[in-house]
């Protein structure tokens, strides 16, 4: 039995307030792409892996079509394989040079602070009552657990869920979820599997329950003494069969510190009666939890990090990193073959009609979105999208026509050379391979480290490319190789791009084979960079770089003057990655205007709709970029230039009516 709830203090700051676009669907579901091995630490084990290796991982997942555009949250958690020790856990960004960057924590979005509107689900007296819809899920950052119910399982577990767009039943790989999901989302509309536990139907909110004097919030996908929901459903918690007994014990999920990790709520947990309740993001900022910097590595006992990814497009990737030390390298390469380095996620309700999230995250959840690290201690093979359109992007979301430029490296890792190295390239799915040199294709060979490649592009299949074969490849040696591909014309929002590297070897002792596949998403796209304009120059130059955290606005433009107006409305507001890069996915065609807000001491000198030698200082705004969006097009390259020493900056004044109003001052 573990230790019943104990008050828990919280600190509270002030409130920050997110909203979400209207979507089609109830809910935006996940899909699991791939683990991989960081780039920054190919150079580590070229060597091969050796006790004392400091070595990062990649979790990649998506949002998947559901019918819906934009998700409140989504829970990705990997199971910690033996012979390691987690010493670092991130959520990152990809950089235009292929590395990646540790990234802030992203807020869920906004959903009601009552029942939401399905109503109350349980009793409005005693000591079981009604819990928050948003309450339950806005706890955001990352979360550790050593408990035994949050390990992986050799043979998953099956449940039913009531809203997944995935039928029947679905796989769940630990037994902590899987309790969750009986209690709070199980059950379908054939009578096949059993309702919640709770009564809430699968549906709506969950439970608070009273233990002396105090009200505890259940149901939360991290649960633990860190959140703002502590409490769980643990059928050992009591020696009884009594549901609201077995709500009386704190979760297994402990948090990390991170920055803008969010607790789900402020002051102390209560019943709520008021169906739906406003529409609002209550959580406010922590900076609670383990710290690695301070406290070193997990608990050696640690089986399970778990990321939250906030509010959430179609058209993104989530991407995270875990990053390990190496205390048994024999076990630790086992486990790649043994299906014990795994990553699993699911996603949750999302806006509809303007009336926020519905349900908690177990009616969604989808246990099938589960995949194992394809490795070997022979040899690593990284793919990875380079290039959209002869510009520098990692191919989240893509639209019909565009190019694509992939980059393949494989690394021998072990001990000795390897034979007989094939290494091939398949369109997998909506996507044909081109020839090096094609328009928007930024390599003019193919080749790289190889003999060049025989393909087929324009096949039925969409076309194979296989390089030449190398003899022998020696101990820590790499090959890398390039090739572009164009996405088929005629896709809709929501279908995946895929492409997939694949390399087989002779070992000595027997041929392996490893596989690694990106994945992208037909969906808008609008993307540019923010750059610190090294010489005023208002355009891209050598030596300019990229300005990390300004803030970055997307506004409706809703008169299509290609300015902002004060009828304009705010869609999406977002910080530039390290690189200075930004992007916006999964809006409908219209007319659209980018805002950026400088960072202190920087002045705008140019962007990508102020043509030199105008500048700013002649009526121009350079903080405003404005942008026609086709169905699922993309709209690249929409560059910001800030300069510490720039031409004074424009001061603009709101138009007077009936002249439309201009919001044009200089921004700060």
């Known amino acids: 039995m573990r230790n019943r709830t104990l008050p828990i203090v919280i600190l509270t700051v002030a409130m920050l307030c997110l909203s979400v676009r209207s979507a089609s669907a109830d809910y935006v579901g996940t899909a699991v792409n791939r683990i991989f091995l960081d780039p920054e630490s190919i150079s580590v084990v070229a060597d091969g892996y050796d006790v004392g290796d400091v070595v990062s991982y990649i979790l990649e997942t998506t949002p998947r079509d559901t019918g819906s555009t934009v998700g409140a949250a989504s829970w990705a958690t990997l199971y910690v394989p033996p012979g390691v020790e987690v010493v670092g856990a991130e959520i990152v960004a990809p950089n235009s040079d292929g590395t990646y ?114 009200w505890y919030g259940t149901g939360s996908p991290v649960a633990g003494p860190d959140t703002y929901y502590t409490n769980d459903y643990d059928p050992d918690c009591d020696a009884s069969s009594t549901f609201e007994l077995d709500l009386h014990c704190t979760g297994p999920w402990q948090r990390i510190k991170y920055p803008n990790a969010k607790i789900g709520g402020s002051g102390a947990v209560a019943p709520t009666t008021t169906a739906p309740g406003t529409i609002q993001n209550t959580s406010v900022a922590t900076t609670a939890g383990h710290d690695f910097s301070v406290n070193g590595a997990l608990p050696a006992n640690t089986n399970a990090v778990r990321f939250v990814n906030g509010i959430r497009r179609l058209g993104d990737i989530e991407t995270a990193r875990i990053t390990f030390r190496i205390t048994d390298p024999t076990a630790f390469t086992a486990s790649f073959n043994a299906n014990e380095f795994c990553l699993d996620s699911t996603g949750s309700d999302t806006d509809k009609a303007g009336r926020g999230a519905q349900d908690n995250p177990w009616r969604y959840y989808e246990g099938n979105n589960h995949k194992c690290y394809d490795g070997s201690a022979s040899g690593n093979l990284f793919k990875q999208t380079r290039y959209v359109n002869g510009v520098a992007n990692p191919g989240f979301a893509l639209s019909p026509g565009d190019v694509v430029g992939y980059e393949i490296t494989f690394t021998n890792t072990g001990s000795t050379a390897l034979s007989n190295v094939s290494l091939t390239d398949t369109a997998a799915l909506n996507l044909t391979l081109l020839e090096p040199g094609n328009a928007n294709c930024p390599y003019t060979s193919y080749d790289g ?16 490319a296989t390089w030449g074969t190398i003899s022998s490849l020696g101990a820590g040696q790499s090959v890398t190789v390039h090739i572009c591909g164009q996405v088929n014309a005629g896709l809709t929002g929501g279908e995946q791009v895929k492409n997939r590297a694949q390399v087989s070897y002779d070992t000595g002792t027997g041929t392996e084979t490893l596989t690694s596949e990106t994945l992208g998403t037909v969906a808008s796209i609008i993307a540019g960079t923010v750059y610190r304009d090294n010489d005023g120059s208002g355009t891209k130059t050598a030596g300019d770089t990229g300005l ?121």
């Open 449 to 464: 480290d190889l003999p060049g490649p025989s393909y087929t592009p324009g096949s039925a299949s969409g076309g194979t």
């Open 548 to 668: 990390s955290g300004v803030t970055v606005e997307l506004y409706q433009d809703n008169n299509g003057d290609g300015m902002l107006d004060g009828g304009d409305t705010l869609l999406s507001t977002l910080q530039t990655n390290p690189d200075g890069s930004y992007q916006f996915t999964g809006y409908p065609a219209g007319n659209y205007v980018v805002v950026e807000t400088n960072l202190p001491a920087y002045d705008s000198s140019g962007d990508a709709d102020t043509v030199p030698p105008a500048l700013c200082n002649t009526g121009n705004t350079c903080d405003v970029i404005a942008v026609t969006l086709a169905t699922n097009g993309s709209s690249l390259e929409n560059d910001f230039f800030d300069a510490t020493s720039a031409p004074t900056a424009v001061t603009h004044t709101w138009a007077q009516v009936p002249e439309p109003m201009c919001r044009c001052e200089a921004r700060h």
């Open 101 to 214: 960057s540790a990234v802030p924590a992203e807020d869920v979005a906004a959903i009601a602070d009552g029942c939401g509107k399905r109503k109350c689900a349980f009793p409005t007296t005693g000591t079981y009552q009604n819990g928050k819809v948003n309450e339950v899920q806005q706890d955001t950052g990352i979360f550790y657990s050593t408990d035994p119910q949050t390990a992986l399982l050799t043979t998953p577990l099956t449940v039913e869920t009531t809203g997944s767009s995935k039928k029947g039943l679905q796989s769940v790989y630990n037994q902590w979820d899987y309790n969750q999901v009986l209690a709070f989302g199980a059950g379908d509309k054939t009578g096949n599997n059993p309702l919640a536990l709770s009564g809430n139907r699968g549906k709506g909110n969950t439970p608070v329950v009273q233990i002396g004097s105090t």
